[in-house]
T-cell receptor
Framework: DVKVTQSSRYLVKRTGEKVFLECVQD?????MFWYRQDPGLGLRLIYF???????EKGDIPEGYSVSREKKERFSLILESASTNQTSMYLC????????????FGQGTRLTVV | GENVEQHPSTLSVQEGDSAVIKCTYS??????FPWYKQELGKGPQLIID?????GEKKDQRIAVTLNKTAKHFSLHITETQPEDSAVYFC?????????????FGTGTRLLVSP
């Protein structure tokens, strides 16, 4: 079974802190994604990556950056956390090309106080 | 870019009833339409998908229909059971022309009462 693992289920951080959310997949997938999930807004794409060291902005990249140094790992970075970044963050991976199914991690609920 | 609208936002049914969730999309180039189910405390999981070369697809109690002309697609769940209670997301993307990313709807919370 494909497994996408996010490093934390719950995180509480202070305003202004630098926050790292880690995601690891074990299926050698090319594509990886970071979404945030908010009530009434669905899943919004923050950043995605289609190869090691490659990254592309999604629909809401402001205040975030990403890192993909190894194929299996995709990190989301909040440079200076703010209260409006309190949300559920979901990582996903996908095989690429015609391999269309996206596999999601269990999510990280981040609270910024 | 693609925009996906999903209705209703919440849906309550009695066990055994049918449930229908509807989505519309804006980009006529989209050709792949998956549905994801998110149970409490978990990430979304693919339950069924349809490509634009077919109009309907079934898998046991769930089915998806697609109307390309009207740019809308629907999820149908028959004989609902309490374990169908979850949040359902539709999505759309264009597959086959390089990198494809999914654009999701806003989600429907389905509650099935015993």
């Amino acid at each position: 079974d494909v497994k996408v693992t996010q490093s934390s289920r719950y995180l509480v951080k202070r305003t202004g802190e630098k926050v790292f959310l880690e995601c690891v997949q074990d299926m050698d997938h090319e594509n990886m994604f970071w979404y945030r999930q908010d009530p009434g807004l669905g899943l919004r794409l923050i950043y995605f990556s289609y190869d090691v060291k490659m990254k592309e902005k999604g629909d809401i990249p402001e205040g975030y950056s990403v890192s993909r140094e190894k194929k299996e790992r995709f990190s989301l970075i909040l440079e200076s956390a703010s209260t409006n970044q309190t949300s559920m963050y979901l990582c996903a991976s996908q095989g690429g090309s015609m391999n269309t199914e996206a596999f999601f991690g269990q999510g990280t609920r981040l609270t910024v106080v | 870019g693609e925009n996906v609208e999903q209705h209703p936002s919440t849906l309550s049914v009695q066990e055994g009833d049918s449930a229908v969730i509807k989505c519309t999309y804006s980009d006529s180039a989209s050709n792949y339409f998956p549905w994801y189910k998110q149970e409490l405390g978990k990430g979304p999981q693919l339950i069924i998908d349809i490509r634009s070369n077919v109009g309907e697809k079934k898998d046991q109690r769930i089915a998806v229909t697609l109307n390309k002309t009207a740019k809308h697609f629907s999820l149908h769940i028959t004989e609902t059971q309490p374990e169908d209670s979850a949040v359902y997301f539709c999505a759309a993307s264009e597959v086959g022309t390089g990198f494809q990313k999914l654009v999701f709807g806003t989600g429907t919370r389905l509650l099935v009462s015993p």
